[in-house]
């Protein structure tokens, strides 16, 4: 398939690298802001700043798409055909086929579409803004560029703006850029080129301030902002039929012709030998309705509705159907690193003195902490804006407000034992310098209560701590800060970032007369470091090698740095030589060159939303079927892309209604579980093909057979319709429940080109329906001359009963194509057991029913009529027990193929390959 190449693109201003007055000019606005005559005029220009998302599909619209099927639509000419030779009772059968599937993938459909409409949080946001000399609030689809706007801690950005002037301000921009770190602002020019994450001196819409405040110049709205672009993107972005659809179609055409082409050959031959052209034309009418399995499409439908319901026990919420199949054909999954691989929030990974290195663990004795780690603790607590929202409750259940970092300090004091209000007793708050992005460092002044002394807490960025202290804490004392020592401590802390940790650095000062910490920011011990990362989640790594045993290639998109992205790699078990790139390396690839290169990436860091949907198209072309996961806005167009878009449940409106799947826990062993279950749902497809085309199969020798001998037909099209339909369809039904063999992970993902029937099952197929069946035809031949056309109800009621009865003993011969029926357990699918009992059941009624006998022009058997029935059936399953064997034990002995594995892969992973 070749790439879905992006075309539309607007005109970027480069707000970033110009000044505060360049901008007031280039938008012709002014500092008092605009006026309301200037703003309306705007208005009309631009347009509502507002950004439309994809119409939901009407309950209606539900309704029709199930019949957008190749299977439907050879039943429903069928059908019209029945129709049209005034066969109502077979048309009514094949109808009633297809108004059972649709009702069932409505009914699954329309009720996944619900829950999505409840996951949406619909809010009207307001944004004040300054409006001829006055502060006003207005809502924020009026806003226009020229706009100032006033923003402070908890608002959600309305539109892309130069910051003007700001406080301590931080903003929050994972839905656009994917990283979970606050990125601190000024209003500071910036270099052209520089990257989206790194444009400090840029607020987007639909970002977060976590905290501080700003006044802001509004530069684009609606679909000219960043997030606007994106939804252009995911607008533009085609999406294509899933492996199933495709299978199906090639499928449904292989059978269409083949039905024709029997039909047709049957009619002309009839003709040529003087036959009534009625009476053939009925008979070819007969062949066509015996070789189409009116139950497939049900049970299809079934088998994917109940795949739905266990994904959905495995909390992933699957909005389209035919996407529950489409899992198990994943042979790449993209996915982000935060809140995937992750957990999505920052802690403390360690604590890094200039001599020791510690974890965060508690102590039984506070008094015996070294006191270097004592220090940086209790400095977590005390110079730490963020708070314990419900202090009295326990760890796991506290909720701390305030900034990600902040709140990763407070609760390792806390997980180390201390306790913050007694920290908080001890020592006394005097004064205070709060955080701020230019001076990159916040300090408190405190008095202690018992000691009577002064101390000044410190922390912030290393290099600026660096510069305050002239003493280093070695072993519990303060030595002289020498350049060597610094030297070390900055190897240290270079060390520690190249692994993909965030430092920060922590120095303190203690004395008798502190007024301010401003005056005594100087002469500082230096403590140490604390290493804040966001942690692996705990399955993380064994859930990535079940994607490596399963031929899976996982693929690491992510917003973040270079250098954090490789640690994660690393900390995943895998080694990097090379194969990370950022998204600026691939803007110098043409498509063709990004197709040769993917296939030897393995991490791609500071991507935008367009890199994403390369890197998606790239795979695809190769014919690879792509997963891909997200939470952001920026996720959406890539999602779309994919074979299958799966989205954090804690992502975005945006990108819920662009995925497939919805992630209800955000962890990456939920994928991979439910690719298990996709895989599951297509080899249980397998088998109710097999097992329905074989039936339809058996039922097309005997026609042909008797055709070719002169003789009537073996069985009428209501008997074969009934067969198909109830007989047939309850174990096919059952089959649907089919558990998964245990070896399914272990086998390769198959190729989007690969049929839905393989070679194996077009065997068993001419087994089954062919060779298997000549037995039974010679039983009809031998019944008509020993006992004359006289008889040919009470004949056709044997081979009625033959067929039906043969199809309910060989279903479990079919539901494993792995294993020998001696060697499964026949009850552990307690639903086919009560299933074939049933079936048998019905399949008796028109049998001894009298009504029902002048219906389907059946008589009453007798016991050693079954007792011919059943043993003709026994053959049946033995043929087909022989067949089974030849194939396991060529698949056995068959040497297992290395899968193209890097060097730089675990070794375990490839020698369980």
């Known amino acids: 398939m070749p790439p879905k190449r992006i075309t539309s693109k607007k005109q970027e201003e480069h707000w970033y690298a110009l000044s505060v007055s360049d901008c007031f000019k280039k938008l012709k606005s002014a500092k008092g802001g605009l006026t309301n005559k200037e703003a309306q005029s705007r208005q009309k220009s631009h347009g509502s700043n507002t950004i439309s998302s994809e119409k939901s599909f009407s309950r209606l619209a539900v309704f029709f798409s199930q019949l957008k099927s190749p299977l439907v639509y050879v039943l429903l000419a069928a059908g019209l055909i029945s129709v049209f030779l005034g066969d109502l009772t077979d048309a009514s059968v094949i109808f009633f086929a297809v108004i059972i599937n649709t009702i069932f993938g409505f009914w699954q459909e329309n009720k996944v579409n619900r829950a999505i409409t409840q996951l949406r949080k619909i809010i009207r946001h307001n944004a004040k803004v300054l409006r001829g000399g006055h502060e006003i609030e207005i809502s924020s689809a009026e806003i226009v560029p020229g706009d100032i706007i006033f923003l402070k801690s908890g608002d959600k950005v309305p539109a892309d703006c130069r910051v003007i002037e700001s406080k301590d301000l931080q903003t929050t921009e994972a839905a656009l850029t994917g990283e979970s770190t606050p990125s601190s602002k000024n209003n500071k020019i910036l270099k052209m080129g520089t990257y989206l994450a790194e444009r400090k001196n840029m607020v987007y819409m639909g970002t977060i301030i976590a905290r501080g405040m700003s006044t802001a110049l509004v530069c684009e709205t609606g679909l000219n902002t960043e997030i606007g672009q994106i939804t252009k993107l995911i607008k533009e972005t085609k999406e294509e039929p899933t492996p199933l659809q495709k299978s199906l179609s090639k499928f449904s055409a292989w059978l269409t012709v083949l039905v024709v082409s029997l039909s047709s050959v049957i009619f002309f031959v009839g003709v040529l030998l003087n ?60 996915t982000d690193k935060t809140g995937t691989l992750t957990e999505g929030k920052m802690q403390v990974s360690n604590i890094i003195t200039a001599d020791k290195e510690y974890k965060v663990n508690k102590s039984d004795d506070l008094s015996e902490i070294e006191k270097a780690r004592d220090l940086i603790l209790k400095i977590s607590i005390l110079c730490n804006d963020a708070v314990a929202e419900n202090p009295e409750s326990a760890l796991e259940e506290l909720k701390i407000i305030g900034s990600p970092t902040e709140k990763a300090l407070l609760m390792a004091a806390l997980e180390s034992g201390y306790e913050e209000e007694k920290i908080h007793q001890e020592y006394t708050e005097i004064d205070e310098i709060p955080f701020d992005s230019e001076k990159k460092f916040m300090a408190t002044l405190h008095h202690h209560k018992k000691m009577g002394h002064s101390h000044i807490f410190v922390k912030g960025a290393p290099e600026v701590i660096f510069k305050y202290c002239h003493k280093v804490m070695i072993d519990g004392r303060g030595e002289k800060l020498t350049a060597d020592k610094l030297k070390y401590l900055r190897k240290k802390y270079e060390t520690a970032t190249s692994k993909g940790l965030r430092l920060l650095s922590f120095a303190y000062k203690t004395g008798t007369d502190f007024k301010n910490c401003a005056h005594e920011l100087n002469n500082l011990v230096f403590l ?227 049929s839905i029937l393989n070679r194996e099952m077009k065997i068993l197929i001419f087994i089954i329906g062919v060779v298997t069946d000549i037995v039974p035809f010679i039983f009809y031949v031998f019944f008509i001359y020993l006992m004359g056309q006289e008889n040919l109800d009470y004949i056709r009621t044997i081979m009625f009963a033959t067929i039906g009865v043969g199809s309910l003993m060989y279903i479990f011969s079919v539901r494993s194509l792995r294993r020998s029926i001696f060697t499964k357990n026949i009850f552990s699918n307690k639903y086919l057991i009560g299933a074939v009992v049933i079936a048998l059941f019905v399949l008796v009624i028109p049998i001894y029913t009298p009504f029902l006998q002048g219906i389907f022009k059946t008589v009453s058997l007798g016991l050693n009529d079954w007792l011919i029935i059943f043993a003709l059936g026994l053959v049946k399953l033995v043929f087909i027990e022989i067949a089974k064997y030849y194939f396991i034990v060529r698949t056995k002995n068959k040497p297992k193929k290395q899968l193209p594995l890097k060097k730089s892969l675990p070794k375990l992973i490839t020698s369980h390959v």
């Open 528 to 754: 140490g470091f604390v290493a804040i990362k966001d942690p692996l989640r705990p399955e993380a790594k064994e859930a990535l090698n079940l994607c490596k045993l399963a031929g899976i290639r996982p693929v690491i998109i992510t917003g973040d740095h270079k250098l954090t992205a490789k640690a994660i790699f690393e900390e995943l078990g895998f080694k990097t030589d090379g194969n990370i790139v950022e998204g600026k390396d691939m803007d110098d690839w043409t498509d063709e060159e990004l197709q040769k290169r993917v296939a030897t990436i393995d991490v791609y860091a500071r991507v935008k939303p367009s890199h994403k949907l390369r890197v998606v198209d790239a795979w695809q072309a190769r014919g690879e079927v792509v997963a891909m996961t997200g939470d952001g806005v920026n996720d959406a167009p890539a999602l779309k892309s994919a074979d299958i878009g799966i989205a954090l449940g804690e992502g975005s409106d945006v990108t819920k209604e662009t995925a497939d799947i919805i992630l209800l826990d955000n962890n990456f062993k939920v994928i991979v579980s439910a690719v298990e279950q996709g895989r599951i749902i297509f080899e249980n497809i397998r088998k109710v093909i097999l097992y329905l085309l074989s039936s339809s199969f058996s039922e097309i020798v005997l026609i042909i057979g008797s055709l070719l001998v002169g003789l009537p037909l073996p069985i009428l099209a209501t008997q074969i319709l009934w067969i198909n339909l109830v007989a047939d369809g309850l174990p096919s039904i059952a089959m649907t429940l089919e558990p998964g063999e245990p070896e399914i992970m272990k086998d390769r993902p198959r190729k989007k080109t690969e």
């Open 275 to 334: 036959k009534d052209p009625l009476e053939m034309f009925i008979t070819a009418v007969a062949l066509a309705v015996a070789a189409i399995p009116e139950g497939l499409i049900i049970a299809v439908t079934i088998i994917l509705t109940i795949g739905m319901q266990f994904i959905l026990k495995k909390k992933a919420l699957v909005r389209k159907l035919v996407a529950t199949e489409t899992l198990g054909s994943v042979s790449v999954i993209c």
